[in-house]
């Protein structure tokens, strides 16, 4: 299919792109609507590293999904236990929780920061962060940004 073909106008402006529509990949390697072959070195923008289509991740995918998806996180579900067992047990962490993204980890984060400093530090709330960063999109992950225009409040008001 020509680049001109795809509807990419719907979607709603987040970064510059190139006119590339990538169609599958496979490993570490993306193919895009013309059968170029590319490296891929980002990886879902900073989500995961796990390649493309790996065979022994897609059967565990499967397997998983013909057993359990994602159950409310309001109740107990074995895969969740047993991973928090994990983590626990090969971690300097007791407690683990678990989110749906990287702007909800942080989000989590700020909030766990923000108490334990009203909790122990005389109601501290400052969260400090790096100029031009990303940690999501979220009102309080993009104020702790410092990124102009993302914000008029920046970090002390997350």
Request: some cysteine; overall charge positive; charged content about 20%.
């Amino acid at each position: 299919m020509n680049f001109n073909e795809y509807p990419v106008d719907s979607l709603m402006y987040i970064t510059n792109r190139p006119e590339i529509v990538f169609t599958h990949g496979k490993g570490s390697w993306l193919y895009d609507n013309t059968g170029k072959r590319y490296l891929d070195f980002i990886q879902g923008w900073a989500v995961n590293a796990l390649g493309h289509c790996n065979d022994g991740m897609i059967e565990a995918l499967d397997k998983q999904a013909r057993t359990l998806i994602n159950p409310s996180p309001a109740f107990y579900n074995a895969p969740m236990a047993q991973l928090t067992g994990l983590l626990t047990a090969n971690s300097c962490f007791d407690k683990v929780f678990f989110a749906n993204s990287g702007a909800e980890a942080n989000e989590g984060a700020i909030k766990l920061a923000r108490k334990w400093g009203r909790k122990f530090r005389n109601g501290v709330y400052e969260i400090i962060t790096f100029d031009h960063s990303f940690h999501g999109r979220t009102l309080a992950t993009m104020s702790a940004s410092g990124k102009a225009g993302s914000s008029r409040s920046r970090a002390k008001a997350a």
